[in-house]
């Protein structure tokens, strides 16, 4: 099995919502990431976690909030988001670090904060 | 910080071959990867660089000269399945989870 999932695949909420992105992996892999991704740009890595412990934040405003309850389960808190936030958000897995082990991407979430 | 460049377009016809260039400024520098993604897919890995030299992965083919900074990413037999975007990606000694992407290149296969 080398699927990462994530749900939902489309999400609308306001500002004042708080919502949640899940993303699963069953490799057996170590690291986990989120990434933002705009229309027609690179992803940009959001945080990295490592045997369960956040070991990357790329400065993300506080309203995201990461969580890791276990090895194979990701989570992605959102609070009191901005228009600005909508975006396909992204998770990803690898083996080990980054430069040498492949990131298996999961399908995204489509985000629209109204 | 690092920067990264390449093309921001390339159209090819099918069957033809396309090479996408990708130049990198960054210190402590660890591997090259690329990643395809579709329209409204998520990207997947083709290839990782970490010393100079070719590797070949079917009709894809990336290389890598850490003396100039460079890498190359080639598509050999174009098919229409291959119009997608295509991303360099590079990490670091320093912090080996982190990928840092290139702005990517959009491939289009003609008929």
């Known amino acids: 099995d080398t699927e990462v999932t994530q749900t939902p695949k489309h999400l609308v909420m306001g500002m004042t919502n708080k919502k949640s992105l899940k993303c699963e992996q069953h490799m057996g892999h170590r690291a986990m990431y989120w990434y933002k991704q705009k229309a027609k740009k690179p992803p940009e890595l959001m945080f990295v976690?490592?045997?369960?412990?956040?070991?990357i934040n790329e400065s993300v405003p506080s309203r995201f909030s990461p969580e890791c309850p276990n090895s194979s389960l990701l989570n992605l808190h959102l609070h009191a988001l901005q228009p600005e936030d909508s975006a396909l958000y992204l998770c990803a897995s690898s083996q080990e670090g980054s430069g040498s082990y492949e990131q298996y991407f999961g399908p995204g979430t489509r985000l629209t904060v109204t | 910080g690092q920067s990264l460049e390449q093309p921001s377009e390339v159209t090819a016809v099918e069957g033809a071959i396309v090479q996408i260039n990708c130049t990198y400024q960054?210190?402590?520098?660890?591997?090259l990867s690329w990643y395809q993604q579709h329209d409204g897919g998520a990207p997947t890995f083709l290839s990782y660089?970490?010393?100079?030299g070719l590797e070949e992965t079917g009709r894809f083919s990336s290389f890598l000269s850490r003396s100039d900074s460079y890498g190359y990413l080639l598509l050999q037999e174009l098919q229409m399945k291959d119009s997608a975007s295509y991303f360099c990606?590079?990490?670091?000694?320093?912090?080996?989870?982190?990928?840092?992407f290139g702005a990517g290149t959009t491939v289009t296969v003609r008929a």
């Open positions: 976690y490592s045997y369960e412990k956040l070991s």
């Open positions: 960054t210190s402590g520098f660890y591997g």
């Open positions: 660089n970490a010393l100079d």
């Open positions: 990606a590079v990490s670091l000694r320093s912090n080996d989870y982190k990928l840092s």
